[in-house]
């Protein structure tokens, strides 16, 4: 199967481009109610795994060893975006387990955020580990090993106890064989996920209604859909597509973005749909900025968890020229439900 046409880029009344890809809808019991394209296409998860990541630090007593809050465990499953917060809160995860900054091994970039990256180019300063928007779950990895004892040094390391801890994990939410999961490097150096986008909406399932599992994991569970659902400013950003998606959803949804086009959302049993659904997404060309935003907003629209005003500043996506004025734009082209 081919992907479908998702969005389309128009300027003044002509098509200039297209955004193609796939999505895949399960319902509580995770059985397919819509799907686009082909949801047996194998991509990496990316940062759309970060709550997988971080269950066993929590499921093992990690967190709670460090006393990590609702606040800290957000950052942990967060792609943050570098402003003030965001670095406060990951030095003082630091500070907990009694580690600094040199022993992440996730690498620099500047903030995601465009006005906290600018005032620090105008004032000098050079970003750290801290901006970095995996800082979070890196710490989290820290704090595990820590915790069990096994070396920091190599946390990042595929052969770690830590690596193959977080990868059963993903084994087991995703419900397939290790042996299947294809691994790959991360942006942020740790290692990441291959798997059919079918079995990335199972896990997010899962994530959201984890009544399978044992206490543990359960309970990390629980700890880590309410942190994102308490603080979703951690999760993202300011300007950030999940911050936004769950602030217009009320709570109602966690929602998790994964570089190259990928997005996850776990729809908490609600009014609408009592026992949950969870949504995978898949852009084709990995387009994170216009045909994302475009399309997760317009799945949640036509399933109803978001209104037709919801979120106008992100979908669709104006385009403007240089000088300002608006002269096309990034519009959906789909409808999921009855596909």
């Given at each position: ?30 059985t ?7 949801p ?13 990541q ?6 093992s ?17 967060a ?96 419900e ?44 990390a ?39 190259d ?40 629209r ?38």
């Amino acid at each position: 199967m081919r992907a479908e046409i998702l969005a389309e880029v128009t300027r003044g009344e002509t098509v200039e481009s297209i955004h193609r890809g796939h999505v895949m809808i399960v319902d509580g019991g995770g059985t397919r109610v819509a799907s686009l394209g082909d949801p047996q296409t194998v991509t990496f998860f990316r940062s759309a795994c970060k709550a997988l990541q971080a269950i066993p630090c929590i499921a093992s007593g990690a967190a709670d060893a460090f006393d990590f809050s609702a606040e800290e465990i957000a950052l942990a499953v967060a792609s943050h975006s570098g402003e003030k917060q965001h670095v406060e809160i990951a030095a003082r995860m630091l500070e907990k387990i009694g580690l600094s900054e040199s022993d992440l091994r996730c690498g620099t970039h500047r903030p995601f955020n465009e006005a906290e990256s600018n005032r620090m180019l105008r004032d000098g300063e050079t970003p750290s580990q801290l901006h970095n928007n995996c800082s979070g779950k890196h710490i989290a990895m820290l704090a595990f090993a820590k915790y069990i004892g096994a070396d920091i040094r190599t946390y990042d390391s595929l052969q770690h106890p830590i690596q193959k801890a977080i990868l059963e994990c993903v084994s087991t939410f995703c419900e397939m064989p290790v042996g299947e999961i294809k691994i790959g490097i991360d942006g942020c150096a740790a290692p990441n996920f291959a798997i059919p986008l079918a079995s990335m909406a199972t896990a997010f399932l899962n994530l959201a209604r984890p009544s399978r599992f044992d206490e543990e994991t359960k309970n990390a569970c629980g700890r880590i859909v309410a942190a994102m659902i308490a603080h979703p400013e951690l999760i993202g950003g300011s300007t950030r597509l999940d911050t936004m998606i769950m602030k217009a959803a009320g709570g109602k949804v966690i929602s998790k973005v994964g570089a190259d086009g990928v997005w996850l959302c776990g729809i908490l049993p609600c009014d609408e749909y009592p026992t949950g659904r969870a949504i995978a997404l898949k852009i084709e060309d990995g387009d994170d900025h216009r045909a994302r935003p475009v399309v997760a907003v317009e799945i949640l629209r036509q399933i109803g968890i978001l209104h037709d005003d919801d979120m106008r500043e992100l979908a669709p996506v104006v385009i403007k020229n240089r000088r300002g004025d608006v002269v096309g734009s990034v519009s959906p082209v789909f409808k999921v439900m009855g596909s």
